[in-house]
Nanobody, 114 residues
Framework: QEQLVDSGGGLVQPGGSLRLSCTGS???????MGWYRQAAGKQREWIAG???????DYTDSVKDRFTIARDDANHMVYLQMNSLNHEDTAVYYC?????????WGPGTQVTVSS
């Protein structure tokens, strides 16, 4: 079974930026894709989605700061994160959207701290 691989996380100061990447399936092009995150002690939440046609949507807390993109030719999904703040600290995952069809991968940790 295909395994999603998320990367690009790390430690960043408040106000900084990171770009997350996701790969793992040549079938991404068939689905709306999304990014999710799970902060310590909280449930995993959907934060961004992109349709097959390229239309994007975001949860209010990341709107105007995060940008989701897809590269179907290379089976990649990206999340550009700007103006990061402490509330963005979480493990980030990609999967299909709005429902997750793939098994969850390990995700990539994003820590926002000074």
């Amino acid at each position: 079974q295909e395994q999603l691989v998320d990367s690009g996380g790390g430690l960043v100061q408040p106000g900084g930026s990171l770009r997350l990447s996701c790969t793992g399936s040549r079938h991404f092009r068939l689905y709306e894709m999304g990014w999710y995150r799970q902060a310590a002690g909280k449930q995993r939440e959907w934060i961004a989605g992109i349709t097959i046609a390229g239309s994007a949507d975001y949860t209010d807390s990341v709107k105007d700061r995060f940008t989701i993109a897809r590269d179907d030719a290379n089976h990649m999904v990206y999340l550009q994160m700007n103006s990061l703040n402490h509330e963005d600290t979480a493990v980030y995952y990609c999967n299909t959207s709005p429902g997750a069809l793939y098994p969850w991968g390990p995700g990539t940790q994003v820590t926002v701290s000074s």
